[in-house]
């Protein structure tokens, strides 16, 4: 019983104190110093890629940052080079033309700008990365349901549909997979699936993904999660595994930490980069390698069950 009454006495000492603390306190940010930055991609699918440069911003501007226009962009694999073209509607926005890239090769990313509002000399920047492997393919995707009886987080309570795919995986364990999944078409992004953006194959490595090897009391092992409410019958739900390094996979992991940081009350997270350059230049250029299969969706599958 004391120890109930010193809690809820503890509780409205808090109370009183908030709402004596009435005075506002404006506080003087420092601000930091504007660095260049990278975001550039290339996979093995046949399509035009893109490399995005801009300097840094403070956290809390609200303006668009600003974008580095005429640089010099391109990636060479082996004796081949692929150039990046400024579009002339989005400054700093850097497309190839359509080619791919190419599994278990090394990629080195080269941008040169002369004229920069930063430096009176002309700015570097590259990145060498090398594009993992990946399996042949996937060969099909079952949704499957999932009832919400752990009470997992932003899942519906009534009833979820897993994305299992099916396919045979490489022996190679250190392979992680940046899952996405759309939706008809559409990029998939309510925070179920978010929970799933990285999946590793430490322990399936060799087996075939989702086989009877694998399933445990005839459960699948998803990629993903997504919400029944969102789903109809006939929709269709398709997968994208990226095939990443271990590097990008921080990388990624890093971007997820510094969501919501709040400066007043620590430091702000490492800034994972792979960029070397003769100005401090920060960011990433990942190559990846995809594989993708798509499934349909019906609401048979909980009808089964009831």
């Not at 046949?46 to 501007?61: C, G, P």
């Not at 987080?153 to 979820?160: G, I």
């Not at 994208?240 to 921080?250: N, T, V």
Request: aromatic share 12%; proline share 4%; hydrophobic share 35%.
């Amino acid at each position: 019983m004391a120890k109930s009454k010193l809690h809820i006495g503890f509780l409205l000492g808090l109370a009183l104190l908030a709402t004596a603390c009435t005075e506002e306190i404006t506080m003087d940010m420092p601000e930091g110093r504007k660095r260049p930055v990278v975001e550039g991609s290339i996979t093995d699918e046949f399509k035009r890629h893109e490399v995005i440069l801009s300097y840094s911003s403070e956290m809390y501007d609200t303006d668009d940052p600003e974008m580095i226009s005429g640089a010099e962009v391109y990636v060479r694999i082996g004796s081949d080079t692929i150039w990046f073209y400024e579009q002339d509607n989005k400054p700093g926005h850097y497309l190839s033309d359509s080619v791919s890239g190419r599994r278990n090769r090394a990629h080195h990313l080269e941008i040169n700008v002369k004229e920069n509002t930063l430096y009176s000399r002309p700015i570097r920047m590259y990145a060498d990365t090398k594009m993992s492997n990946n399996a042949r393919g996937i060969d099909s995707v079952g949704l499957l349901p999932l009832r919400n009886e752990e009470g997992l987080p932003f899942v519906d309570d009534e009833a979820a549909v897993c994305v299992c795919p099916y396919f045979q995986t490489l022996s190679d364990a250190s392979i992680v997979y940046n899952v996405e999944l759309y939706l008809n078409g559409r990029r998939f992004k309510n925070r179920p699936s978010k929970l799933f953006n990285l999946f590793s194959m430490q322990g399936y490595a060799g087996y075939y993904f989702n086989g009877p090897e694998m399933m445990h009391d005839n459960v699948g092992i998803p990629v993903g999660i997504m919400n029944k409410s969102y789903l109809h019958e006939g929709d269709v739900v398709k997968v994208k595994l990226y095939s990443i390094s271990e590097d990008y996979m921080y990388f990624l992991m890093g971007q997820k930490l510094a969501v919501g940081v709040n400066p007043v009350m620590g430091a702000y997270p490492a800034v994972f980069s792979n960029l070397f350059s003769n100005c401090d230049a920060i960011g990433w250029f990942n190559a990846t390698s995809v594989i993708e299969g798509e499934g349909i969706y019906h609401e048979s599958i909980f009808q089964r069950e009831e």
